[in-house]
C-alpha cells in the first residue's frame, strides 16, 4: 500500500458545488468564519442544515433516462460524500479551534478495505516529539512514553 497522503484540510469539490450540499456549505462556511469553539454551540445550526438537506431530497427524479441518472449521481455524491466530508471539515474546523492544533487530511492510511477506497481521516500537523522514561511506582519498571514538547507559549 502506498504511504498515506497528508493535504491541508478543507471541504472538497462535492460539498462545495452539489446543489444538494447548499444547506450543509452555508452552514460550514458559516462556523469557518465565526468563532465557534465546542458543538454546543454549532449543534442547532447543524440539526437546522441537515433538517433543510433532507427536506430538499427529490423523493423522485424526473426527465429522460440520462437525466435521471445524472440526477442520481448528484445525489449519491451528496449522500455519500457531501455529508460526511462537511461534517468532518466541522467537527475538525472545532477541535482546531479548542486545541490550537491544525489539522490534516490524512488518505490512504493502513486499515482501508480494498487498495481502491481512500479513507479520509484527520490528523494533527506535525509537531516535534521528545522520547522520556518514566519509573512506575507500582513496579519500579521503567517506561517509554512520547510527550510533545511545548513550544514557547503554546499550548
Not at 12 to 25: A, D, E, K, Q
Not at 54 to 76: H, I, R, W, Y
Amino acid at each position: 500500500m502506498d504511504a498515506p497522503r497528508i493535504a491541508p484540510r478543507g471541504p472538497r469539490s462535492v460539498l462545495l458545488t452539489n446543489p444538494y450540499c447548499v444547506p450543509l456549505r452555508f452552514m460550514y462556511e458559516e462556523v469557518e468564519s465565526g468563532a465557534s469553539t465546542s458543538w454546543n454551540q454549532v449543534e442547532d445550526r447543524f440539526l437546522s442544515a441537515m433538517f433543510e438537506f433532507d427536506s430538499n431530497l427529490p423523493a423522485a427524479f424526473v426527465g429522460d433516462e440520462d437525466t435521471k441518472k445524472q440526477q442520481s449521481k448528484g445525489l449519491s455524491g451528496a449522500l455519500q460524500n457531501g455529508k460526511g466530508d462537511w461534517f468532518n471539515n466541522l467537527i475538525a474546523v472545532l477541535l482546531e479551534r479548542c486545541s490550537q492544533v491544525e489539522t490534516l487530511y490524512l488518505d490512504r492510511f493502513p486499515g482501508s478495505s480494498s487498495l481502491s477506497t481512500t479513507l479520509t481521516a484527520f490528523t494533527p500537523a506535525p509537531r516535534p516529539v521528545r522520547l522520556s522514561s518514566a519509573r512506575s511506582e507500582d513496579d519500579g519498571n521503567a517506561e517509554a512514553r512520547q510527550q510533545p514538547e511545548r513550544e514557547a507559549g503554546g499550548a
